[in-house]
């Protein structure tokens, strides 16, 4: 069935374009089968890995060298908390679907050879494998929308032929969020959503706060709260964001 490559397309077009850095893990190696399921990170591409475009290298951990390996060698790990299912899940609950429906089947099966070509060219854009490996990584946050690649990705997941790619409830959500995105003061929202997470990190790494951290961190929440207060567009985005169970309104809770 068609969907079932577009899946196997799909990933491979995003382990292809991974980011340097991106923790991955080893698998289907019959050479050296003793790599499978080793962690790895994706290293920096030299002139013959820039040659060899359909292979990632890979800093596996435990080797003195880097490896560069085939996208079918290469999965990204499971994440054990994560807001979304992975694309693939996603592909496997629209199947389920599907199989309630033989017209719809048929229809599938009957997709047409230049269909086919038009969808794979359009897997390939940049900015849509960038959107669709933020959704597979369950990555994908309001503040994701601040990033202009990311963003373009998402609109052209909402036109033809990506239209009917993902589930209907995915898309629903990520259409919410895209519209409020488009709001005068959601930049500013994302700026202070993202203040907010650094201060998090910074609870999460050092634990109870004190002294200037501690300082620092009634001041961020204080001047956010006040702006948030201060100005109707932005107040509204974030009990808009509230309302869609994206973030909570910080000027509700203080």
Not at 30 to 47: D, F, I, Q, T
């Amino acid at each position: 069935m068609w969907s079932s490559e577009l899946v196997n397309c799909i990933n491979q077009k995003v382990i292809l374009q991974l980011p340097v850095g991106t923790s991955v893990t080893v698998c289907n190696i019959k050479s050296k089968p003793e790599l499978n399921g080793c962690s790895a990170v994706v290293c920096k591409r030299n002139e013959k890995d820039k040659i060899a475009s359909d292979r990632v290298p890979l800093q596996i951990r435990g080797q003195k060298s880097p490896l560069s390996l085939k996208a079918n060698c290469i999965q990204l790990p499971a994440h054990k908390k994560r807001q979304y299912q992975t694309l693939e899940e996603k592909m496997n609950e629209f199947n389920r679907m599907m199989d309630k429906n033989s017209d719809e089947l048929e229809k599938l099966d009957k997709i047409s050879e230049d269909q086919k070509t038009a969808l794979n060219v359009a897997l390939s854009d940049p900015a849509v494998v960038k959107a669709l490996t933020v959704i597979q990584n369950g990555q994908m946050t309001f503040s994701s929308y601040g990033d202009k690649e990311f963003k373009q990705g998402i609109e052209k997941l909402f036109k033809p032929p990506l239209n009917d790619l993902l589930p209907k409830s995915l898309m629903d959500s990520m259409r919410n969020g895209y519209e409020l995105s488009k709001h005068p003061k959601a930049n500013e929202a994302i700026t202070i959503i993202k203040l907010f997470n650094i201060r998090n990190q910074r609870i999460r790494e050092k634990g109870q706060l004190q002294g200037s951290d501690l300082d620092q961190a009634r001041r961020i929440q204080l001047n956010a709260v006040q702006r948030i207060r201060s100005d109707e567009g932005l107040d509204f985005v974030f009990n808009r964001l509230e309302e869609l169970g994206l973030y909570l309104n910080p000027a509700n809770r203080c």
